[in-house]
């Protein structure tokens, strides 16, 4: 459903949350490593979330990726939208581009209940929230390997 990008993208935030969490400004390889990304596509997608004002990136040998403010919610929609765009949230099941209420394609209906579903599901989802999943032992992403906090 989300595009390699996004689900990097989310991914490595959460990482990156968790390794902030710990103390710790992680470098793109050793996110890409934990979250099972290719290095160069890890670079791009960490590149746009931190021009989206997500991240920030410290240069040098205490540098690496962090949040500002790890304690001001980051929603995954915002992640999603900064990746792929708004067309992800309003887009037809079948690309088509006038498919609306007025002139419905036959799927309408049912994928506007599940595309509105998973909005606001991504919408009340944050960073923090799957992160501290993690930490609790709830939840797990395959690479990432619960850590100790």
């Given at each position: 459903m989300l595009s390699k990008?996004?689900?990097?993208?989310?991914?490595s935030m959460v990482y990156i949350w968790m390794m902030n969490k710990e103390g710790t400004r992680p470098g793109y390889h050793t996110i890409a490593m934990k979250v099972g990304s290719p290095e160069h596509f890890t670079a791009k997608v960490l590149q746009t979330m931190t021009r989206s004002n997500f991240l920030r990136a410290g240069k040098g040998r205490a540098g690496g990726f962090y949040f500002e403010d790890p304690d001001k919610e980051l929603p995954v929609m915002e992640i999603i939208k900064a990746i792929d765009g708004e067309k992800f949230f309003t887009s037809c099941a079948f690309g088509f581009?006038?498919?609306?209420?007025?002139?419905?394609?036959?799927?309408?209906?049912?994928?506007?209940?599940?595309?509105d579903g998973f909005s606001k599901m991504v919408l009340n989802l944050t960073v923090q929230s799957m992160a501290e999943k993690i930490i609790n032992g709830t939840a797990s992403i395959n690479q990432i390997i619960k850590v100790a906090i």
């Open positions: 990008a996004a689900e990097y993208a989310i991914r581009k006038n498919c609306n209420s007025d002139n419905p394609c036959p799927m309408h209906e049912e994928f506007k209940l599940i595309r």
